[in-house]
């Protein structure tokens, strides 16, 4: 077996989309000085493509911080300094190849994927990690195990023993996402949490190709101290951090906080034929998740307390719920923007971006269970709007926009309520457990039915909206109109599926055999009634 094996620089392991919706595995490299030929990523899942373009843009900002788009030294130091220099990268329209093949030349002995002192993304000396076999190292497998498959598209021994390349991947995956531990063999630390990305809420910037989409997230610091900073990429440490569960400073640099080391990991390679067929794992670096703005790609939550000042912590994203309800969170004037929006929106305001310059925001979440210890689910989304809508000019817009998201969740909570009361109405027993976990359920989904009705026309509706054209409160007018429509559309089917039985309807008593206890007809027409009645106060100029 060989000590040094596999040259992630120039062995294809990068899955990428091509124009044709083909897919290709290509290079460190390649991916780089080549990625306006590519769609996109492609990996095995939408988190594994999270990871590696992490991965990727800690390259480019290592390099174009401390050369030009020539190649000739020039560090950045100040705001318009790095502004110009990332215009001149857009203007360019590709990655300049010598400035980045010099830069990886110069630390290649770095890049194998096997290597007696350096193993990439790995601790060479690990060796009281808790061990796993390649089925685990593999995301997309560890994710389905909780589902029952219809079709098995891969082997037991493709399952068990994975490529290089196959396992270059899972390895930047794994770091960034994996599941909280178990205990280790040895120490008295505690179980590790899950990884970085696992408690973030992950949003990036997608461009036409895979060259924008990098250069859209590559948010250079608009402190001059941190600027300042020099990018410091986990494979330039000389000394791999090899100790359990260690709590670090938030790093300045972009380039040490992209390739935060998260877990230790030693990948275990099979004796018998080229392939990983195992890993072992301890907990790695973590820091506050409090006030860790220094990340630039996740939403925020902000919560205070009384005479305490205002915290901020990444937002995750919410299984199922679609990204445009998230949208009060990113525009909210008085909350946090996910670093890699400001950056657009300030390349947009200085006029480096146009206008009229379209913004797709990406989101990729994950679930885990309740004790965080596999992965449930895996989900994406995404939403296209305007540049402009995000300037301080367009401050109106934005407004209105989150007060249309606020509108829907109303409207939402109206149509679970009208679908509780038709259910009571046809007889439904309120008092039995079974009777109110099916009420409970049927809410649920009749809120989950108005969110997908009203989801592409919202969609729409955003992504049509332009600041420099439109007059607010007509846009918001017709949004409106529309809404109310779906809405009352849902509202009346529903009517209709309860039938004879709710027409007539049925008094229910709440509370009872105690004081409180009380008795309300319930019936299809009061119902509906109250139903528009509470649209009329949600969409009040709105045409029905």
Known sequence: MKEIEFDLLTEPWIRVRLKDNTVQEVSLIEA??????????AGEMPTQDAAVLRLLLAVLF???????????????EKRGQALRRWSELWQLGHFPAEPIRDYLEQWKDRFWLFHPTHPFWQVPTLCNGIAFGGKKLNGERAESGNKTPLFQNVSKT???VLSYAQAARWLIYQNGYDERGGRPKAGNKPRHGVGWLGQIGFVAVKGKNLYETLLRNMAFPTEQDAL??????????EQVRAEQSV???????????????????????????????GYEVLGGDYWDSENAFGEQMTLWSRTSKKNEKMTYKPQQHEAGKQLWREIPSMLDP?????????????????????????????????????QEASVKDVYTDQLAMQLAVLDELSRPWTVRINQEVENCEDTAESIGVLCKELKLAGGLDYNQVKGFKELQKVTEDARAQFYFAVDQPFRQWLQEIDPE????????????????????????????????????????????????????????????????????????????
């Open 158 to 160: 493709e399952c068990e």
């Open 334 to 370: 008085e909350g946090r923007k996910p670093g890699v929006l400001t950056w657009n929106q300030q390349l947009q305001s200085l006029r480096i971006l146009s206008r009229k310059e379209q913004i797709v925001l990406n989101m990729v979440g994950i679930r885990y269970d309740n």
């Open 469 to 544: 054209q439109d007059d607010p409160d007509e846009a918001v007018l017709r949004w409106q109109a529309q809404a109310r429509s779906i809405a009352e559309k849902l509202g009346k089917q529903m009517v209709m599926e309860a039938g004879n039985a709710a027409l007539k309807g049925h008094r229910v008593v709440m509370d009872k055999n105690k004081k409180t206890e009380c008795s309300t007809l319930y019936t299809s027409p009061k119902a509906y009634n109250t139903f528009r009645s509470k649209l009329w106060d949600i969409y009040p100029k709105a045409e029905p």
């Open 32 to 41: 780089l000085v080549s990625a306006k030929d590519y769609v996109d990523l």
């Open 62 to 76: 290592t390099v174009f911080s401390r050369v030009n788009v020539e190649g000739e030294p020039e560090p950045l």
């Open 228 to 237: 300042r900073e020099e990018q410091q990429p986990c494979w330039e440490r």
């Open 247 to 277: 709590k670090i400073v938030m790093p300045k640099n972009q380039a040490e906080l992209l390739t935060l080391q998260s877990r230790r990991i030693l990948l275990k390679r099979s004796e018998t034929v080229p392939g990983v067929v």
